[in-house]
């Protein structure tokens, strides 16, 4: 069978997925080949099962569901700060998630500003934990993550478009039908099984706020069979059910989101005629402010008074986490790019796949099979932070694939025959055409994976080495030190790091005016 | 790199004796290394005897850290295992990774110690902290008869959470289980580790936070904040013991001996108290350090043999999860 031409290979991107699906099985394998015993499946475990799925739908649900209304009144209000709002949303998603949770407690907990001031008139305090906590949470989390992925859709629809509409006096419900509503099915899919995935791996949310062994999650109890019984086969067992689920999630996301785009434009600014109704999109605008700025507005106020006290290896391990996230940040575009190239010319939903693994992988399986593997050629304390940076690229790649795949497929369907007929093939193609066009996406995921791999926990704790910690796990030790005041302000630090680092990046990427 | 830092290392004299120093390698908890625990001191105070390069390794708690020997096996870097509790000696054996002492001391623990493997460096009681002035229950009844809020760690993750497990347990036996149903109420959440409740206590989630009686020593010594107690618990309080012990395929064996003496004498012992915040296994010559006598000191230890432990963790973890599922 002939194959058509492309512009680009997709060799690259094969070679890449396989390397990353060899990084996440190959680890799983590891542990489970060193385990000694095995109890098999517990009734708690069938417990942890029902509870994740339960809260990851709700949650995703959730997420996406408020996503929509504001990722639309976004893309269609222009306001002074609009930039600077839509970095900040960003925030939750990559903050560490014992500094989020003190925030959002500050402000939704028991003695939190709610509360204080239900309790002033009367009525008695909200009471946080349990699923509702778990689920408000995960939608503070992944509200931003979800609102970006859905205003990034409303972004790529071609400017023409709507003027063309605008022409044709389309206004309200036929708009949201003819344009609208194709791009969202073709994003929301996606959207909902990564936010699906994510809870589905839930560990520190679910345990703190969840109240009690009622709100055990799978990789909870995979932390549970590594430390108290060091039962590694119960943990590979827990790990591949985590792994088989979200790929079939990821699966049925992506069959679903199938569906072509909307063809070429001439990249000019978007300009929307449709006035929709401006108090009911600043309501949306508010309300997602509101609810996503004020827990972090307490982080920075609780961390203000620590971070002029910061000792100096706090700063030090701050320096060390900024090398990690940019190595790790390299790693990911030197994978996802040649990995979305692939999906865009081949169609090749396992290298999509292969990228959406790292969402289920458990960061403590991973970690511990890499020490299996590495441990008879050298001493992983030696390589706690090329471990560290490459691990984290792995788990950032399933976010870059879903930012990087549709505009990759829009740039090869957009140009790929014309450069074909210029004979513009291969790396010419990749370096002119392929990443200049991409800049804004590149720039979101990089600034994405710069921030996660900043705030990160994982795989670090399992190989520290008492010179190189990163800032998360400083913060940690100063916590089990007592220092709460320092680490409140290392948490204050951590999040101005990890702002500064996705804003650089996402900013570098875009070219519009307007973002 | 590496090589080539040891390589220009050699060309000088002072990293040439550097090298012919034989290494210690202790693993223990991460707490203990970072540079407000008493790792640097300890570092500090050891190296000036031993003619050794003391290399402390932190790995996140101490169930954690048996798992990462039993992870290394007889592969393992480390001569010494520095962290475990009570609650862990029985797994710890029958790893068989561990090796007998020869270490004598006088123990001012207010248990009786007598174990040929493990040796104990501090030790603390579980209590649970509160803010003064608050009414507080004095017994574990009481307390799920009342509507005191309390936050505490899952036994399944964390030393702390295994201890309130087996308090229970041990001050109840059969009837633990009706206890644990009695207090499902008053727990506002259950951690995973020590860190994440003392967080959320300080930040006004629960009345009462499961720590030790040690905790305010801390407020009271560091921050000079003496606005925090602890509530005395008529069954008397369930103990820590934190224990060291030789691996038995260490290359430094003598090292290895000379560090466990080290660890209980004075030089050592008087670090714990404001480092650690735990009472020391051997109080020093120089006695406790001012403001430790304003502490709790329960009236009865409670504390499992470490064949019990096993056992009783085995029996109360389902009732500790059943009761609190419903």
């Known amino acids: ?515 | 790199m590496k090589h080539l830092l040891i390589a220009a290392g050699l060309l000088t004299a002072t990293s040439a004796m550097a090298a012919e120093k034989p290494e210690l390698t202790v693993y223990t908890y991460d707490s203990f290394v970072s540079d407000w625990g008493p790792g640097p001191k300890v570092e500090e105070a050891f190296e000036a005897i031993c003619e050794c390069d003391l290399n402390l390794v932190g790995v996140e708690d101490g169930a954690a850290l048996l798992s990462r020997l039993r992870l290394e096996g007889n592969n393992t870097d480390a001569d010494v295992a520095l962290g475990l509790d009570t609650n862990l000696i029985e797994t710890a054996k029958k790893t068989g990774l561990f090796a007998p002492h020869a270490v004598e001391a006088k123990y001012t623990l207010p248990v009786d110690w007598a174990d040929e493997t493990f040796v104990p460096y501090d030790w603390g009681y579980f209590a649970f902290v509160h803010k003064k002035g608050a009414s507080v229950p004095s017994s574990f009844r009481e307390l799920a008869e009342s509507d005191t809020k309390i936050l505490i760690q899952d036994p399944r993750s964390s030393t702390p959470g295994l201890g309130l497990l087996l308090w229970v347990k041990s001050a109840y036996g059969d009837e633990a289980a009706d206890i644990w149903a009695g207090l499902s109420d008053n727990i506002v959440t259950v951690t995973k580790g020590w860190s994440e409740a003392y967080g959320l206590f300080l930040d006004g989630e629960a009345d009462m936070v499961l720590s030790y009686t040690t905790s305010p020593a801390y407020h009271l010594i560091a921050e000079e904040d003496d606005s925090k107690a602890t509530a005395a618990f008529d069954e008397g309080h369930y103990m820590q013991v934190e224990v060291a012990a030789k691996l038995a395929g260490t290359d430094q064996p003598e090292l290895a001996d000379k560090f466990l003496n080290f660890m209980v004498s004075d030089a050592f012992q008087s670090i714990i108290p404001t480092t650690n915040w735990m009472y020391p296994a051997v109080t020093p010559a120089s006695g406790l350090p001012a403001g430790f006598e304003t502490l709790q000191t329960p009236e009865k230890a409670l504390l499992l043999a470490p064949e019990d432990a096993v056992a009783a963790r085995r029996e109360a973890l389902p009732e500790w999860l059943e009761a609190l599922s419903q």
């Open chain 1, 1 to 515: 069978m002939a194959r058509s031409a492309q512009p680009v290979s997709s060799l690259p991107g094969v070679a890449a997925a396989l390397l990353v699906a060899a990084l996440i099985l190959g680890t799983l394998t590891a542990v489970a080949l060193r385990a000694e015993s095995g109890h098999g499946f517990s009734f708690s475990d069938w417990t942890a099962l029902k509870f994740t799925l339960t809260q990851a739908v709700l949650s995703a649900v959730i997420s996406v569901g408020l996503a929509v209304p504001v990722a639309r009144a976004l893309a269609r209000r222009r306001f002074k700060g609009r930039s600077l709002l839509i970095a900040l949303l960003g925030a939750p998603f990559i903050l560490p998630v014992i500094v989020a949770i003190l925030g959002l407690l500050q402000v939704f907990g028991r003695s939190g500003w709610i509360s204080d001031v239900l309790v002033y008139f009367g009525a008695s305090p909200i009471r946080i934990y349990g699923l509702h906590g778990v689920v408000l949470a995960h939608v503070f989390f992944n509200l931003p993550l979800a609102t970006r992925l859905i205003l990034q859709g409303w972004q790529e629809v071609p400017s023409e478009r709507f003027r063309l509409a605008a022409q044709l006096g389309c206004d309200g419900w036929s708009l949201f039908r003819l344009i609208e509503l194709p791009m969202l099915k073709r994003i929301l899919p996606g959207a909902l099984a990564v936010i699906f995935a994510i809870c589905l791996t839930s560990f520190a949310v679910a345990l703190t706020l969840g109240g009690g062994p009622r709100a055990t999650t799978i990789e909870l109890a995979i932390y549970q069979a590594f430390t108290y019984d060091f039962d590694l086969g119960r943990a590979a067992l827990l790990s591949a059910l985590q792994l088989a689920l979200t790929a079939a999630a990821a699966f049925a996301a992506l069959k679903l989101s199938r569906g072509e785009g909307f063809g070429a434009g001439l990249d000019r600014a978007i300009q929307r005629w449709d006035g929709g109704t401006p108090i009911l999109d600043s309501f949306w605008i508010i309300l997602a402010a509101t609810f996503l700025l004020l827990p972090l507005s307490a982080v920075v106020l609780s961390g203000v008074a620590g971070l002029f006290a910061l000792p100096f290896l706090v700063i030090k391990s701050a320096l060390i986490s900024v090398g990690v996230a940019s190595a790790s940040t390299i790693i990911l575009l030197l994978l996802a790019l040649p990995m979305a190239a692939a999906v865009a010319v081949r169609r090749h939903s396992t290298v999509e796949l292969a990228g959406i693994l790292g969402l289920a992988a458990s960061p403590l399986v991973i970690g511990t099979g890499l020490f299996i593997i590495i441990r008879p050629w050298a001493n992983p304390t030696d390589l706690a932070l090329p471990v560290t940076a490459l691990v984290n690229a792995a788990m950032a790649l399933p976010f870059a694939l879903r930012i990087l795949v549709p505009a990759a497929k829009d740039t090869v369907s957009r140009h790929g025959r014309l450069a074909l007929s210029l004979n513009m093939e291969g790396w010419v193609f990749f370096t002119r055409v392929f990443i200049p066009r991409m800049r804004p996406q590149i720039g979101f995921a990089a600034g994405l994976a710069a921030a996660l791999s900043m705030g990160d926990l994982g795989v670090i704790a399992l190989f520290a080495d008492p010179e190189i910690a990163t800032l998360p796990l400083q913060i940690y030790r100063l916590m089990g030190a007592y220092k709460m005041e320092a680490a409140a302000g290392g948490a204050l630090l951590l999040l101005v790091l990890s702002m500064s680092l996705f804003w650089l990046l996402d900013r570098g990427g875009r070219w519009h005016a307007e973002a």
